[in-house]
């Protein structure tokens, strides 16, 4: 059993406690949360900073590791699609040394558990070997009706390379979806499925659902895409397409840097619960804008944090995401924003039993927030893995 004592000790479950002191057992297992003076000294080790639990990343994409520093930053998603479609094809070596690389980095930056989008299989035996935990989401697109079913088939042969407990399929967003997909998808899927959907990264996404106009139909053009059956909707794409998600799996919507009350007003409004991905990141690399935070505390809605790919993305670094978002909007407390950072996450990955939080019985990693001695997220504050 080891004792680990530092200035603030966050559960993220229940308050934060000053001079707190963490017992784990040797195989990383929560043993009890302490305060000051309950555990002989002579036992504890001392820690200068903050201790938290591991961080869970919900979404990123493993298989694109190698396209660091690829694509110019600014473009606008529809001219950053092109390039990572005409780019991600590598030398299957650079791409394996690139994963683990990535995925080296992501547990050294504290990350516990990853929500990882896939296209292929390429990734399955770095997260076989790897200490974090990964659900894979082997994602779906068609937007021709004659490639939907073969396209759900793909993508379920994909997911057999998996973990099957820690696997899914899912729609890729609702621009590379047709209706057709989005009704066939909620006919196949159990209740157990995990959905986790790109959603409005970009207004041309919005443009494309209100007026058929834009962007996008110039990258449909240019990758040979036919897309005769869209018709206008009238609506933004979230309204458009979540009414095709079957109610009761679990949803994650990743980015909803264009989400307007609204949208969020129509999701409230159909009752069902979703996880609002926030990758800030990602969302200034490649729009040079960040999501309207203060729209989704309004509502109360559930807020999880993810990096994107490094296709996106200079670092997978939670914690580079949460300066982000302090930096933008100083009044969150930042004992809100580790519960985005861990246990909104793990929820929204069915794995909250196991971490997420310090709690008694669970594995959750420990991580250490060094030169944090307050409850400001100070940009000078660095992650070191302690467990
Ligand atoms: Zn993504």
Redesign the pocket.
């Known amino acids: 059993m080891k004792y680990y004592a530092a200035d603030i000790v966050f559960p993220v479950t229940g308050p934060a406690i000053k001079k707190g002191i963490v017992a784990m057992d040797d195989h990383g297992v929560i043993k009890g949360i302490y305060n000051q003076g309950e555990v002989d000294d002579s036992k504890v080790e001392f820690l200068k900073g903050a201790l938290i639990p591991g961080f869970v990343n919900a ?1 990123c ?1 493993l298989e694109l590791s190698h396209m660091e520093g690829l694509v110019p930053q600014h473009t606008g998603l529809p001219q950053f699609l092109m390039k990572v479609m005409n780019e991600r094809g590598a030398k299957e070596k650079s791409v394996d040394k690139a994963m683990e690389a990535a995925d080296k980095a992501m547990y050294e930056n504290g990350i516990q558990a990853v929500g990882d ?1 896939a296209n292929s299989a390429v990734s399955a035996k770095v997260k076989e070997n790897s200490p974090i935990q990964y659900h894979t989401f082997v994602e779906v697109m068609a937007l021709a009706d004659a490639d939907v079913e073969s396209r759900i088939d793909q993508a379920k042969e994909i997911e057999f390379h998996f973990d099957y407990k820690r696997s899914s399929i899912t729609p890729h967003a609702p621009y590379s979806c047709s209706k057709t997909l989005f009704k066939t998808f909620k006919k196949v899927v159990g209740e157990d499925n995990i959905i986790s959907i ?1 959603n409005q990264e970009s207004d041309e996404e919005n443009k494309l659902f209100r007026y058929n106009k834009g962007e996008f139909l110039d990258f449909y053009k240019q990758m040979k895409l036919s897309v005769d059956g869209f018709r206008a909707q009238a609506r933004n794409s979230l309204q458009s397409f979540l009414p095709y998600i079957p109610t009761k799996n679990k949803l994650i919507l ?1 980015h909803n840097t264009y989400t307007s009350i609204k949208d969020l007003d129509f999701v409230d409004r159909m009752g069902r619960k979703v996880y609002f991905c926030l990758c800030p990141k990602a969302n200034l690399y490649i729009e040079n804008k960040l999501p309207k935070v203060e729209n989704f505390l309004l509502g109360g809605h559930e807020i999880i944090i993810g990096t ?2 490094l296709a996106s993305n200079t670092s997978l670094d939670i914690l580079d995401e949460l300066k982000v978002i302090h930096a933008e909007y100083p009044h969150l407390d930042f004992n809100e924003t580790i519960k985005w950072a861990t246990i909104n996450g793990a929820k929204a990955l069915n794995i909250d039993h196991e971490l997420g939080s310090l709690e008694e019985g669970k594995k959750p990693g420990l991580v250490l927030l060094e030169g944090m001695e307050s409850f400001k997220l100070d940009p000078k504050i660095k992650v070191k893995r302690i467990r």
């Open positions: 979404h994409h989008h790109h990743v994107d790919s």
